[in-house]
C-alpha cells in the first residue's frame, strides 16, 4: 500500500512536502503519478515521474513551483510544493504503476492541502 502524509494548512506563499512511503512491494519499478482533487472539481494530473525519478509531466498550474522526487532507497516518494496559491487547496493523491501496467496498481490514502490565510 501507498501511505501519504505531509499535508496540512499552509499560508499562500508557503511551502510543504508531501511524502507517499510504500509498504509490502518496493518502488524500484513504478512510475509515479500525483493527483488532486479540489472540492467539486474532477481529479487533475500534477506530476508523473518515471521508475528512475525522471519526471515526464508537470501539469501548467504547478510548473516551477512543485518538484517530484523519490528516494528508492526509502521506499518513498516526494512532492515538493513551494509558493503556494489558495488555488492549489486540494487532496492530494499519489500513485504508483508497475512498468507494463496499463493502469495504477496502488492509491495512497490522500493527504489534504490547504492554502489559506
Known amino acids: 500500500q501507498l501511505q501519504a502524509s505531509g499535508g496540512g494548512l499552509v499560508q499562500p506563499g508557503g511551502s510543504l512536502r508531501l511524502s507517499c512511503a510504500a509498504s509490502?512491494?518496493?518502488?524500484?519499478?513504478?512510475?509515479i503519478g500525483w493527483y488532486r482533487q479540489a472540492p467539486e472539481k474532477g481529479r487533475e494530473g500534477v506530476s508523473c515521474m518515471t521508475s528512475s525519478g525522471v519526471v515526464l509531466y508537470y501539469a501548467d498550474t504547478v510548473k516551477g513551483r512543485f518538484t517530484a522526487s523519490r528516494d528508492n532507497a526509502k521506499n518513498t516518494v516526494y512532492l515538493q510544493m513551494d509558493s503556494l496559491k489558495p488555488e492549489d487547496t486540494a487532496v492530494y493523491y499519489c500513485?504508483?504503476?508497475?512498468?507494463?501496467?496499463?493502469?495504477?496498481?496502488?492509491w495512497g490514502q490522500g493527504t489534504q492541502v490547504t492554502v489559506s490565510s
Open positions: 500513485a504508483a504503476r508497475r512498468l507494463g501496467a496499463a493502469g495504477y496498481n496502488y
Open positions: 509490502g512491494f518496493t518502488l524500484d519499478h513504478y512510475a
